[in-house]
T-cell receptor, first 116, second 113 residues
Framework: DVKVTQSSRYLVKRTGEKVFLECVQD?????MFWYRQDPGLGLRLIYF???????EKGDIPEGYSVSREKKERFSLILESASTNQTSMYLC???????????????FGQGTRLTVV | KQEVTQIPAALSVPEGENLVLNCSFT??????LQWFRQDPGKGLTSLLL?????REQTSGRLNASLDKSSGRSTLYIAASQPGDSATYLC????????????FGDGTTLTVKP
């Protein structure tokens, strides 16, 4: 059973703080993703990683960075948190499949981040 | 622009009814389409994955179909139950965007006892 685990369900941080959101998957998946989800805006891709130390910007990378030092772990970093980064953050992983563009994606339970 | 559309945004049905949720996509050149369920404040749970070469997938009371030529997928839920109340999202991986899913905004289903 694939498990994607996010380090926190709820976080409250102050404006200007550096924030780390951690995600770990246990199925040896190559692909990992960070999304944010906001009412009326749907799911938006922040960053995508297809291998260790490899990353690709998604649709809304501004204000975020990522780190993937180990295959199972993908971290999202808010360099200087702002109130407009208050959101639900979702991590996902999938297996790379040559010629198939990726397989079934699995999500973590989400982190509700509030920046005050 | 490659998009995914889900209509209606919300649906309310009485318990026991069979229902269909719709998903439309703008380009038939896809790898796969995946249906998810999301409960309030939670992450997404994978329900069904249909590869581009497949026409349908079934899991329990759920059946998902795929028609690439018309750019449509449907999720059929048989004998709905109050526990089926959730938001249902579909996601498409387009050939030109390998590995990354494009999501619809979801249909929020309420099943009334």
């Amino acid at each position: 059973d694939v498990k994607v685990t996010q380090s926190s369900r709820y976080l409250v941080k102050r404006t200007g703080e550096k924030v780390f959101l951690e995600c770990v998957q246990d199925m040896d998946h190559e692909n990992m993703f960070w999304y944010r989800q906001d009412p009326g805006l749907g799911l938006r891709l922040i960053y995508f990683s297809y291998d260790v130390k490899m990353k690709e910007k998604g649709d809304i990378p501004e204000g975020y960075s990522v780190s993937r030092e180990k295959k199972e772990r993908f971290s999202l970093i808010l360099e200087s948190a702002s109130t407009n980064q208050t959101s639900m953050y979702l991590c996902a992983s999938s297996l790379y499949s040559l010629g198939r563009g990726g397989t079934e994606a699995f999500f973590g339970q989400g982190t509700r981040l509030t920046v005050v | 622009k490659q998009e995914v559309t889900q209509i209606p945004a919300a649906l309310s049905v009485p318990e026991g009814e069979n229902l269909v949720l719709n998903c439309s996509f703008t380009d038939s050149a896809i790898y796969n389409l995946q249906w998810f369920r999301q409960d309030p404040g939670k992450g997404l749970t994978s329900l069904l994955l249909i590869q581009s070469s497949q026409r349908e997938q079934t899991s329990g009371r759920l059946n998902a179909s795929l028609d690439k030529s018309s750019g449509r997928s449907t999720l059929y839920i048989a004998a709905s139950q109050p526990g089926d109340s959730a938001t249902y999202l579909c996601a498409v991986i387009y050939l030109t965007n390998a590995g990354k899913s494009t999501f619809g905004d979801g249909t929020t289903l309420t099943v009334k006892p």
